[in-house]
């Protein structure tokens, strides 16, 4: 069994403080923050403001490599006004806020559930209307037991990158009464409302601007918690599209109804996407283009010519290159400055004693624009696949 308890989480904290980790690899250029926000207080409603990109210095890395001790990390998110990408750190439950272009890594730690084993950090999303960022402190148990345990607490989390403050954070579970669970991943509208998809089985929740109030606004007409269902979410206007990760299919919501009411977006030739993770419509693109991380396979690169999604197109998959050690996952993509990346991650590496994640301590991001462009310009011509691009 894979525990530990508060206290010995709280000595690793102390550890981490007074700086006496020397047998382990330390990060490049990594801070500890503490965070000190306050549990349950609602917070003032985000400031509006419209999206920009393109703002940012070229980001001219190629494919790199992030060097932090157990980043181990699950969704990114790139802020494309302050310039800067959001990991969730999953196993130690933590925030990371990595500038790429001076390869700098902070990592703000929750106390009390920072390298708790049962906590995990997932959904991290940022919102370019409010500049604010939410993350997902949830339970891991939901995913190591495919559904079978799902009890514990989950916080839905505020972050305003400016002042480098969580806001403001709310109790999943007291909605949930624990019923279903297993959050993974989040969106926002342009009115500021926020939407997080649970895994088993399918949900999604919506959260007001000024974080007062966690609203049930989808729930499967049985809620049945060993049945895997949503992984992925992603918005794009008003029209919210999530990925089932049990099924392999792509569904749509319109984000301005009272509740949420999922429509089937099939998709042309319907190459299924089991075993999916997050999805993304990068800033980029304009949301016509997604991204959908397939664990073992690769990403899904799918497109819809008007960005309304009513039905979309698969251009192709991009595996990930080879070379890379064994038990890697695909678990998301993200746009750092107007470059595309694959976030891997190894779910299956056996911890280090004493700490809550394995021993690595350089985590890849694959840079695949180019991939992407291919398959763009392949469409409705000969189909390619994107794999021949790792060789040629
Ligand atoms: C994760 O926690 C370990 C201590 O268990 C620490 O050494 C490491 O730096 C942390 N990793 C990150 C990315 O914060
Ligand atoms: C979150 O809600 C659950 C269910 O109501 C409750 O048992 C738990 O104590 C709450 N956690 C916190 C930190 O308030
Ligand atoms: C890391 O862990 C793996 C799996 O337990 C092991 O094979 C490998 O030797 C370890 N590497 C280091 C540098 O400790």
């Not at 509740?259 to 190459?271: A, R, S």
Request: glycine share 10%.
């Amino acid at each position: 069994m894979r525990t530990v308890s508060l206290s010995q989480a709280a000595g690793g904290l102390l550890l981490l403080a007074t700086g006496a980790q020397a047998a382990t690899i330390q990060p490049r250029d990594t801070t500890i923050i503490v965070s000190d926000e306050v549990f349950g207080t609602p917070g003032e409603p985000a400031i509006y403001t419209p999206p920009s990109s393109g703002r940012c210095p070229p980001f001219n890395r190629g494919t790199f490599a992030i060097d932090a001790y157990q980043l181990y990390p699950e969704n990114m998110d790139w802020d494309s006004k302050l310039c800067q990408v959001y990991i969730g750190i999953l196993f130690n439950a933590s925030f990371g806020i990595y500038d790429p272009y001076a390869d700098a890594l902070s990592v703000i730690e929750f106390p009390g559930y920072t390298r708790h084993s049962a906590f995990h950090v997932g959904g991290v999303a940022y919102d370019p209307y409010s500049g604010l960022t939410s993350v997902i402190l949830g339970q891991g148990n939901a995913f190591n037991t495919a559904g079978a345990q799902i009890a514990g607490d989950n916080f839905f989390k505020k972050f305003d990158p400016r002042t480098r403050k969580f806001l403001w954070s709310l109790n999943a579970t007291a909605v949930s009464q624990g019923r279903y669970g297993g959050f993974n991943d989040v969106t926002h509208d342009v009115h500021g409302n926020s939407f997080f998809v649970g895994t088993f089985p399918s949900s999604i929740l919506k959260v007001d601007p000024a974080g007062t109030t966690i609203e049930e606004w989808y729930l499967p007409p049985t809620i049945d918690h060993t049945i895997r269902g949503y992984s992925g979410i992603a918005l794009v206007e008003d029209t919210i599209m999530v990925l089932d990760s049990g099924t392999g299919q792509l569904f749509r919501f319109d984000a301005t109804a009272e509740k949420g009411t999922p429509i089937p977006v099939p998709h042309t030739p319907n190459t299924p996407i089991p075993g999916g993770d997050s999805i993304r419509l990068p800033p980029k693109f304009g949301g016509r283009i997604m991204l959908a991380a397939d664990h073992v396979r690769g990403v899904a690169v799918l497109r819809s010519k008007d960005a309304k999604w009513t039905e979309a197109e698969y251009l192709g998959l991009i595996p990930n290159p080879p070379g890379l050690p064994a038990g890697v996952l695909i678990v998301s993509t993200t746009q750092i400055g107007d470059k595309l990346y694959i976030v891997n991650d190894w779910f299956a590496d056996p911890w280090v004693p004493g700490t809550v994640a394995g021993n690595k301590t350089t985590f890849p991001m694959i840079e695949i624009t180019h991939q992407v462009n291919a398959l763009l310009c392949n469409a409705g011509r000969t189909k390619r696949s994107a794999e021949l691009a790792w060789s040629g």
